[in-house]
């Protein structure tokens, strides 16, 4: 994979998209500095080999052109910090003023440009713009993960101006060799943990996962479609009808691949989705109307921990309750434990997707894991099996 690593930047112009879509307060301060750290190695290295640095980026969902509350201006000072050099901004990201600005940038500066998403041509992946960027800079760095799965002017189609000088950030070539090492070169035996409220929105994942994995947890909301389609009483739980057959489906293929597939045995039941609600365990099947299951049980919990702490290799994604809410967080605290304990003995573990890694921050053993993917939807199209146009373009 070529990376900033392999590239003799002295006296070239780089070109980097990153990922700066970083949270605000009403006052303009980054509240979350997680995504510019991460991207902060790569500008480095780019500055050490000799060469200058163009960032650019989108920054929240601007409807109609430039808006203030949307500028990139505001993380200036942020980005200075991390990279300890004073970065230059200019209001605009492509135009006259940008072109002379990068004209006049010298070796170990850094430019930032103003949010590409003042374009629409940027998420249309327009050719023109694309083009009008690359002409700011002598090679093309891809270091957002997180948009690498958008065909987008400044994430794909400006790489083909630069057939030869084109290459990954070391956040986005990180992420594809954890992936990489998670499903494909990874220490037996794997486990992936699937949370999270719906079948539908995990089916492709999990399909794939089924010629992959040696064991598949199936927790959180989307169990009691499995419940339900084994004959189970769900109460009043989350369910999606539609997906019945798919979800005997999953199971016939599972047993016919030799996959073992782990469903919560028992549950937290709640008369409410509230945090006050009145709450008992039941078993897997159980549960009576007027009540949901809105976390695994105990039973549960024991067999999950068991399954993760033998791996040799475990993928999580999405908690396995509504862990938002104290009352049923119990079982996504001991998932996170569980992965952890098998990090300790020697597992490569990975957790990717919003909800989980929020739930490994929220017990604090975000540290304790082997790789926390940046990348909610990238990282599951990638675990889909489809091919990123971002990637795709930067390798071929
Ligand atoms: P997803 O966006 O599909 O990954 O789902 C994440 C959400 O699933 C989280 O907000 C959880 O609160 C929710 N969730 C997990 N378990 C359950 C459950 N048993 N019932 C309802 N929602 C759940």
Same mark, same amino acid.
Request: with cysteine; aromatic share 6%; glycine share 10%.
């Given at each position: ?21 970083v ?23 780019? =500055?050490?080999?000799?060469?200058? #640095? ?9 409807k109609? @052109?430039? /808006? ?11 980005? $200075? ?25 010298? *070796? ?19 050719? *023109? ?15 957002a993960?997180?948009? #690498? ?40 035996? =794997? ?15 999990i ?14 909301g989307m ?7 084994k ?15 798919? *979800? ?51 039973? $549960?919990?024991?067999?999950f ?10 993928l ?7 862990? /938002?809410? /104290? ?24 957790? @990717? ?28 199209e990638l ?14």
């Amino acid at each position: 994979m070529n990376t900033v690593r392999d590239y003799d930047f002295s006296g070239k112009k780089a070109i980097v998209r990153v990922d700066f879509n970083v949270p605000l307060d009403d006052h303009f301060n980054v509240t979350d500095d997680t995504r510019i750290r991460a991207a902060a190695p790569t500008i480095k290295t780019i =500055l050490e080999k000799g060469g200058s #640095a163009i960032l650019m980026s989108h920054l929240g969902r601007p409807k109609n @052109g430039p /808006e203030d509350k949307f500028s990139l201006k505001h993380i200036v000072t942020k980005v $200075s910090e991390h990279l300890g050099v004073n970065v230059k901004f200019v209001s605009d990201c492509i135009g006259e003023d940008v072109e002379a600005e990068a004209n006049n940038l010298k *070796a170990g500066e850094v430019l930032l440009l103003d949010n590409l998403r003042f374009y629409k041509e940027e998420t249309n992946g327009d050719n *023109a713009f694309a083009e009008k960027l690359a002409k700011l800079a002598d090679c093309y760095v891809n270091d957002a993960f997180g948009t #690498a799965h958008r065909a987008h002017a400044s994430t794909t189609i400006i790489a083909k101006f630069f057939p030869k000088d084109k290459m990954f950030g070391l956040l986005l070539a990180g992420e594809l060799e954890s992936i990489e090492k998670a499903i494909k070169t990874g220490k037996a035996p =794997l486990t992936a943990i699937m949370g999270g409220s719906k079948v539908s929105s995990k089916i492709q994942i999990i399909t794939q996962l089924l010629d992959k994995v040696d064991n598949l947890i199936i927790g959180g909301g989307m169990g009691y479609t499995f419940s339900k389609a084994k004959g189970g009483k769900i109460g009043n739980s989350i369910v999606e009808d539609d997906f019945l057959e798919t *979800a005997l489906n999953v199971l016939k293929e599972a047993e016919e691949k030799g996959v073992n597939i782990y469903l919560p045995v028992d549950s937290l039941i709640a008369d409410d989705f509230s945090n006050d609600a009145n709450t008992k365990v039941a078993s897997a099947g159980e549960i009576p109307d007027g009540w949901e299951g809105l976390d695994c049980g105990p039973e $549960s919990r024991k067999v999950f921990g068991s399954v993760i702490e033998q791996s040799g290799t475990v993928l999580w994604n999405g908690p396995v309750g509504v862990f /938002e809410m /104290e009352t049923f967080g119990a079982g996504t605290k001991a998932i996170a434990e569980s992965v952890v304990r098998a990090t300790e003995n020697g597992a490569f573990t990975l957790i @990717g997707g919003g909800d989980s890694v929020a739930a490994i921050n929220k017990y604090g053993l975000a540290d304790q894991v082997s790789y926390i993917s940046t990348g909610g939807g990238a990282l599951l199209e990638l675990l889909e099996g489809k091919v990123l146009p971002g990637v795709d373009a930067v390798l071929n």
